[in-house]
């Protein structure tokens, strides 16, 4: 774990995180990213700096999201 409760503001107000270190291996690039956990939070979270660094592309009717 990096951090314990950290407070950040969603779109349902202020929610605390844990923040750990997670490791994704992309086309055989491993990148070191910023995993958020917290309460109440069901969905995955994908930070802005995966959207700065590689395209995105979803298709919610396949269940496929590609980065990259």
Known sequence: ??????????ARGWEYFDIYEGRVVLDG????????AGGGIPESLLGLQWLKMLPLT???AAGVLTLG
Do not use: G, K, S
């Open 1 to 10: 774990m990096i951090e314990r409760n950290r407070t950040m503001q969603t």
């Open 29 to 36: 690039q491993e990148y070191i990213i910023p995993v958020l």
């Open 58 to 60: 979803v298709n919610f």
